[in-house]
């Protein structure tokens, strides 16, 4: 019997070194970073119904449909241990988007070209969630935005310094905080906010990761997007909770971006105290790995004690990349 997926995945060979035609393309189901398990497997261990149930309590209906296109997602594309043979049909990825999706990505590009006139990077990775959503900042009202202006800024996962440059450009910060465990990353951090005229009193590079304790590591420094705390080695760092950091510069928060890399809980536990206190606008990410998925949501609810407005959101509208899945959370205050 022929394979039903044969017409949607294409297969290479161990030994090709052709170009597969432009209607495929690469696609991947959820990253493992730490855990070692993939979204599959995690569902054969796990309660899943009382999971996904939990996980969807409380949440609006277009929040509920995110979670479950992004789980549909997970479950039919190859895992990320066998992603890399195979090529995906573009049509059978375009079926993952709605119509907004499709409207922001011809957007996105229609528009890069002013990206990258506004901002100078000297690595050509504009992103969209940075440069088309600003971490969810973009399509929200004014009244939000004017209640973080002024405040401090916490750039968790600082990376190459694009969200440093663009929080300052358009939401006119304090500071923003920037927090980055890669030295390679750090160096072009510096270099592009130069390069982009950004004030040395707006932003600081701060050498840390996040979590929720204070602790020192070894890792590996790959650099990229992709530096995490998770992968040992032999560079040193240290780990900073948000809440002490906070106390101990006297910060006034008024946004919090965290994209950590797979350490998302531990980050949020570390800033609990912060955002009962400074009630700031969130953006946290939960793509990386299924615990910060199913267990994020769940605890920032509990932390907000019913103050806030949460969703679950996409802040990536390409239909061959399945990141930035992320928590927007602000004070319902905000809304009226």
């Not at 500071?175 to 004030?199: G, H, M, Q, R, T």
């Not at 997007?225 to 992968?231: H, P, T, V």
Request: proline residues 4%.
């Amino acid at each position: 019997m022929k394979n039903p997926l044969r017409k949607l995945f294409h297969k290479k060979a161990s030994n090709s070194t052709t170009t597969i035609a432009d209607d495929f393309f690469w696609a991947c189901g959820v990253l493992s970073m730490g855990q070692n398990t993939i979204l599959q497997d995690y569902f054969l261990k796990n309660n899943m119904p009382e999971k996904i149930a939990k996980l969807k309590e409380g949440f609006d209906e277009e929040s509920r449909s995110n979670i479950d296109r992004y789980l549909h997602r997970m479950l039919t594309l190859p895992d990320f241990k066998i992603s890399k043979n195979y090529r995906i049909r573009r049509e059978f990825l375009e079926s993952f988007q709605t119509e907004r999706e499709k409207d922001l990505t011809a957007q996105f590009f229609q528009n890069l070209p002013q990206y990258k006139t506004d901002v100078v990077l000297n690595k050509d990775e504009y992103n969209p969630d940075t440069f088309l959503f600003h971490h969810g900042l973009y399509f929200q009202n004014d009244k939000l935005k004017k209640y973080i202006a002024g405040k401090d800024f916490i750039d968790g996962g600082a990376y190459i310094g694009d969200s440093a440059i663009m929080l300052n450009k358009h939401y006119n910060p304090k500071k923003v905080w920037s927090f980055e465990i890669s030295k390679k990353n750090a160096s072009l951090y510096k270099e592009n906010l130069d390069n982009n005229n950004i004030a040395k009193d707006k932003y600081a590079l701060v050498d840390m990761g996040l979590g929720k304790l204070k602790c020192s590591l070894l890792i590996d420094d790959i650099g990229g997007q992709g530096a995490n705390i998770l992968c040992q080695g032999d560079s040193e760092i240290k780990i900073t909770d948000i809440d002490s950091f906070v106390k101990e510069n006297s910060l006034q928060v008024g946004f919090i971006k965290s994209d950590v890399e797979g350490v998302g809980l531990d980050a949020l536990e570390g800033m609990a105290e912060t955002i009962q206190k400074h009630r700031p606008v969130l953006c946290l990410a939960i793509y990386h790995n299924p615990t910060e998925f199913f267990d994020m949501p769940p605890r920032v609810r509990e932390i907000c004690g019913g103050e806030y407005e949460i969703m679950i959101t996409q802040l990536h509208p390409f239909y061959d990349c399945n990141n930035e899945i992320v928590i927007f959370a602000y004070p319902k205050e905000l809304d009226q």
